[in-house]
C-alpha cells in the first residue's frame, strides 16, 4: 500500500513555462515533506521542503504548496529551464526524525 | 565538504554470491541509512542508524541482508547469498539532524 503516491509517471513542459508536480499522500500522520530531484546515475538531491503547519514555502524558482485536507501536495517550477529535466520525488515522514517514504517519483522532460 | 561516498559504483555478480557496498558518510553526520531503489521505484529504507545503533532495520530482510556500522561512521552492508530480484540500486545518505537526506551516487547491483 503505496502511502506516497505520484500518479504521473512522466511531464513535458515548454522552457520558460511553468512545471507542476503533483503528490498525494494516505497517511493522515504525515507532517513533514520533500521533495528530491534525480539525474541519471547519481543519488537523488534534495530540493525543498514543507512542514505541515504551512501551506506554501518558496525558494527561487520551487515552491511546494500543502494542501492538508486534501492530502495533496504540489512542486511549481517556473521558469522551466533545461537542467530542471530529471526525476522528481515526492517523499514524506511522520516527524520529522522518522523514516522518510517516497514516491515513485515523476519524469520531468523540459523542451526546447 | 566531501559528500556521501559510495562503493563499488557498480557491481555484477551471479546469483548466490555475496556482495557488499560500502558508505562514508558526510562528516558530523550521526545519521545514516540504507535505501533500495528498485527499477521505476522510489527509494525504498532498509535501516537507519544514529549512531552505531541501527534504530530501524524493520524493512532489512534479515535472511540474507546484513549491514553494519562500526564506530558510528562508515558502513558495509551485505547480502549472501544473492538472489535475481536483489538486482537493485542501493543507496546510501546520511544526515545532520532529523528531515533532510544527503544522499551518495549509489552501487548499482545486477544479479544473473
Known amino acids: 500500500d503505496q502511502q506516497v503516491k505520484q500518479n504521473s509517471p512522466s511531464l513535458s513542459v515548454q522552457e520558460g513555462r511553468i512545471s507542476i508536480l503533483n503528490c498525494d499522500y494516505t497517511n493522515s500522520m504525515f507532517d513533514y515533506f520533500l521533495w528530491y530531484k534525480k539525474y541519471p546515475a547519481e543519488g537523488p538531491t534534495f530540493l525543498i521542503s514543507i512542514s505541515s503547519i504551512k501551506d506554501k514555502n518558496e525558494d527561487g524558482r520551487f515552491t511546494v504548496f500543502l494542501n492538508k485536507s486534501a492530502k495533496h501536495l504540489s512542486l511549481h517550477i517556473v521558469p522551466s529551464q533545461p537542467g530542471d529535466s530529471a526525476v522528481y520525488f515526492c517523499?514524506?515522514?511522520?516527524?520529522?526524525?522518522?523514516?522518510?517514504?517516497f514516491g515513485k517519483g515523476t519524469r520531468l522532460h523540459i523542451l526546447p | 565538504e566531501a559528500g556521501v561516498v559510495q562503493s563499488p559504483r557498480y557491481k555484477i555478480i551471479e546469483k548466490k554470491q555475496p556482495v557488499a557496498f560500502w558508505c562514508n558518510p558526510i562528516?558530523?553526520?550521526?545519521?545514516l541509512y540504507w535505501y533500495r531503489q528498485n527499477l521505476g521505484q522510489g527509494p525504498e529504507l532498509l535501516i537507519r542508524y544514529e549512531n552505531e545503533e541501527a534504530v530501524d532495520d524493520s524493512q532489512l530482510p534479515k535472511d540474507r541482508f546484513s549491514a553494519e556500522r562500526l564506530k558510528g561512521v562508515d558502513s558495509t552492508l551485505k547480502i549472501q547469498p544473492a538472489e535475481l530480484g536483489d538486482s537493485a540500486v542501493y543507496l546510501c545518505?546520511?544526515?545532520?539532524?532529523?528531515?533532510?537526506?544527503?544522499f551518495g551516487e549509489g552501487s548499482r547491483l545486477t544479479v544473473l
Open positions: 562528516s558530523g553526520h550521526n545519521t
Open positions: 545518505a546520511s544526515s545532520p539532524n532529523a528531515g533532510e537526506l544527503f
Open positions: 517523499a514524506a515522514s511522520a516527524w520529522r526524525d522518522d523514516k522518510i517514504i
